[in-house]
């Protein structure tokens, strides 16, 4: 993925981030729940009664949102650097962590550092620093 430089708005990711901020937190007043992806996804293969609907609407208010903000706007061009099997291998390695992590990168790095939780501090210094290695492998070690 490139990101262009000369049209980054710092403005509008704030804004972005101060609007899953509100949504989190109006989440977690209102409803008692938390923003993990993985929990609320997770939650809709095992359905409880009273527990699906508020689910459906969050994960169908991640798709029908930037669809919205597509028809409004010119979406920026997106040019992924990776095979078609390195998405997948990735895929399943961020599903595999998401397990043995106990949550994924909404659910500690947004909520769980916002509520001062050590086990979120420890898991999302620990996703940081594999991304960065990571990265840092695939780019300077074996030059993918």
Do not use: E, Q
């Not at 949504?23 to 609320?40: D, E, F, K, P, Q």
């Amino acid at each position: 993925m490139t990101i262009a430089w000369n049209v980054f708005t710092p403005w509008s990711a704030l804004a972005g981030g101060g609007l899953i901020g509100l949504a989190v937190a109006m989440l977690v007043l209102l409803n008692g729940r938390i923003a993990g992806i993985s929990g609320v996804i997770g939650g809709l293969f095992k359905p409880v009664k009273g527990d699906v609907a508020w689910r459906g609407a969050f994960v169908l208010g991640l798709v029908v949102a930037p669809t919205a903000y597509a028809l409004a706007a010119k979406l920026p061009v997106l040019r992924i650097d990776a095979t078609f099997g390195a998405l997948i291998a990735a895929g399943l390695l961020v599903g595999v962590g998401t397990r043995y992590g106990a949550g994924c990168t909404s659910g500690h790095g947004v909520c769980g550092l916002a509520r001062l939780s050590p086990r979120s501090m420890l898991a999302t210094v620990t996703f940081m620093a594999a991304g960065a290695a990571t990265v840092f492998a695939t780019r300077h070690i074996f030059s993918i």
